[in-house]
């Protein structure tokens, strides 16, 4: 009996596994279909047809309208004085007083006294020049009353005919004179040199680096420091053949640019300011090793001695920014709107267009043309690579004030977003 359940239970059970596999097989196969043979035929006959219509491209996009462009030429250099200077003394002596404003960075006017030298000697030294001075002049006045005394006596004599030069001692008063000329000479030299001892200002300035020490002994040819001038600075500027071509520098004696008419910016990180800077002269000749031209630029009040605006530094490399010629009635094409070297694609009359332009005028974010571009045109703002030419597209709008183009260059707009129409 046992035998026979072991028998008779895995057949039983083998034999409604079978069953219902086919059982599920044909119910699965009449939900996934939702028909049977002549319900696809009917459903087929009645189904609609579908449409023709090619697929539509959507994209953001910027009007082009044509205007006027001023090019921006970009350039750069370093601040230097206009007047830089080795002070050095005019006479001998110890170092016996060294001013405040004479320090490394201090602010001088001009005709500050910087620093003295003993003044001693050349106190005794203008003392005996008045000394010999005096005894010149005494002298003088003796010789010129013997010259005197000596044409009475020769006409007590009684001659008649015209004396000479030495009867009258005319040499002799000749040479009195002449002592008392050296003697002035002298005291005049000895004033000099005590002034002398007295280190002034030239201009107004700022001390770049003091080299002398207080009781320091000095020469005629000892350098006592380094200053520079403070009611501008300079900046040399190079320009390119290129740039050349759209700008024309000052050229005649004493004819410059508009005044204030560069815009420079530090090239040092953390100072976001801006100065403005005329263009004075250019230099006469070439670079020999690069071909450019030199032009020097102005910028006042360089460390905002009488102003509110940020200082600037000697040596600090600066930014410039040039306006140069109008280029009348063009399009200003964004390069991160360009579909390729050189070529756009624009949005014309509801379809793509390829164009290859021919710029007039190329900077670090904009391309100018002319050629090519009709009023009307859109350029496509999104990259659509693939995108073929004469394809219909829908241009999306975007309302957002901080979309709208402004002076003929959109700011980016959203994300990028291909999508065929439905």
Known sequence: ??????????????????????????????????????????????????????????????????????????????VRAHNATTLTAQVNGRISNISGKFEDGAFFSKGDILLEIDPADYNTELASSQAQLARAKANFAQEKARAKQALLNWKDAGFKEEPSDLVLRKPQLQEAEATVTSATSSVQR???????????????????????????????????????????????????????QYYTPPQKPGEHGKKNNITFSSILTGIDKHWQGTILRAEGELDEKSRQLFVIARIDDPFALNSQSHPIYIGQPMRATIPAVMLKKVFIIPRAYMSGLNE????????????????IWSGDDIVVTRGGIQEGDHLSIDRLPYAPDGAPVEILADDKPENRTTNGVSKRIGKKRIRPAK
Do not use: C, W
């Open 1 to 78: 009996m046992r035998l026979l359940l072991h028998i008779l239970i895995p057949s039983a059970i083998i034999l409604i596994g079978v069953g219902g596999y086919f059982s599920l097989k044909k119910l699965v196969h009449i939900n996934v279909f939702g028909m049977e043979l002549g319900e696809e035929k009917k459903t087929l006959s009645t189904r609609k047809p579908q449409s023709n219509k090619r697929p539509m491209f959507r994209t953001k996009a910027m009007p082009l309208e044509a205007q006027d462009y001023t090019i921006k030429l970009r350039s750069q250099g370093e």
């Open 190 to 244: 000895a004033i000099r040199n005590l002034e002398r001892t007295k280190v002034r200002a030239p201009y107004d300035g700022r001390v770049s680096k003091r080299r002398v020490g207080l009781g320091q002994q000095v020469g005629g040819s000892t350098p006592l420091g380094d200053i520079f001038s403070t009611d501008f600075a300079e900046v040399r500027l190079p320009l390119t053949t290129r740039d050349l």
């Open 344 to 359: 756009v694609l624009l949005i014309r009359e509801g379809t793509f267009k390829r164009l290859s332009i021919d710029p």
